[in-house]
């Protein structure tokens, strides 16, 4: 992946502006090395769709893997924060985090 700011809570990088939530951390490397696997089958399987149901069975496989990982689906931390996943950043509660980024970072943010 390549150097997206990270929040300092490890929850969400931030890419092409918007906040998208890291796999939980918690997985075995084992855990997280299929379901890693799967994604990647599984979006391999939505590039060759022949037809309809093909790409709606092959999204409901990547969806699936994303639970898996974490990103998808209920959060994975326990502290009642809410999920920001989509936001922009300078939106949420990691407006002043985003602002005290150095312009390289929040250029790579924005990629």
Do not use: I
């Not at 590039?47 to 093909?54: F, I, Q, W």
């Not at 790409?55 to 990103?71: I, S």
């Not at 390289?104 to 943010?109: E, F, L, S, T, V």
Request: aromatic share 10%; glycine share 6%.
């Amino acid at each position: 992946m390549p150097d997206y700011p990270r929040t300092p809570d490890g929850r969400y990088f931030v890419a092409k502006g918007r906040l998208w939530r890291c796999s939980d951390p918690s997985l075995s490397e084992a855990d997280r090395d299929a379901a890693v696997r799967e994604l990647m089958a599984a979006r391999r399987a939505v590039r060759d769709a022949g037809n309809a149901a093909e790409t709606r069975a092959a999204r409901d496989r990547v969806q699936a893997a994303k639970e898996r990982l974490g990103e998808r689906g209920p959060v994975w931390w326990d502290d009642g924060a809410p999920d920001f996943t989509r936001h922009a950043p300078w939106n949420t509660d990691y407006a002043e985090w985003w602002d005290a980024l150095d312009a390289a970072a929040q250029a790579r943010g924005r990629e």
